[in-house]
């Protein structure tokens, strides 16, 4: 950045200045107005712009206490270029612990919105338009949803940067994955934005191993794009991280072939061999228990745990 002064959301902010805005583009049917919290800190020294948000699924809260964390902490302070934090972007969704905005749409699967459609659409239009202009990078953090667990993951599209990034933040795996048609990772990249989405734990939940994979992630991210010197910062994160950053191609779910209770035997993030028994199904009444085994090795990079699944459920998600 360098100019002196950049407006965002119709405020000016200054080199050395901090400020809260808020992106208030809609109302309730009760007339309450509702106001997205904004928080922009900027450095005296020029650097790059770097955008951390949570909660685009409003019932991810993981995903909102990491960026809470970043900002409670005092680490959203840049000492070179700028960081602006949304801790819960669908703040609808947050106040109704649901994924969905209020009109039932995904927010995350009608960017880059329009300023005439629904109330997802235009509040993804404001979003693009009135934010993401001024940045240069993005961590969007994310969470599994339902019962499905999420072993933290950092997912990229094939960029050179962009997976020097990932492997900087040091999740236990890097997903390869394309970015999906009209999400929020997809618009950012198409105006040439570096996105890195994270995903850990599932909805409606906290985990604090999550929580602190991703904080730190940030933190040597942020350090290694010269926004701040977190070398301090991050003793207090050794060690959490237990396995190196294993890189994902291919990856396939591995579906419930009955109805039934489901106990699961592997847990998230393990390695398993093919043929390794990775849960039961069985039936309420105790007339039957199948075992469930995994189809080639790989690891499990994400768990359903609820306890009941009907036939076609997803159960494992296990690279391949």
Known sequence: MLDN??????NAVSKGKGIQLN????TLHTRTKIEVPVIIERAKKDGPCMLITGGIH????????IVRQIISKGYNKPTCGTIICIPVVNIFGFLNQSREFPDGRDLNRVFPGNERGSLASRFA???MTEIVPHIDYCIDFHTGGRERFNAPQIRISEDAETSKLAEIFEAPFILKSKNREKSFRDSCVKQGKKVLLFEGGKSLSLNNEVTDIGVSGALKVMQHLGIRNFTKELKNYKNKTKMQPTVVEKSSWVRARYS??????AQTGAYVEKGAIIGSISGPYGDFEKQIKAPNAGYIICTNQAPI???GDALIHLTK
């Open 260 to 265: 039934g209770m489901y106990h699961p035997i």
């Open 58 to 65: 409003g019932d991810e809260f993981n995903g909102i206490e």
């Open 125 to 127: 239009y404001h979003l």
């Open 5 to 10: 002064t950049i407006e965002i959301l119709g």
């Open 23 to 26: 992106l208030d583009i809609a």
């Open 309 to 311: 699944v009907n036939q």
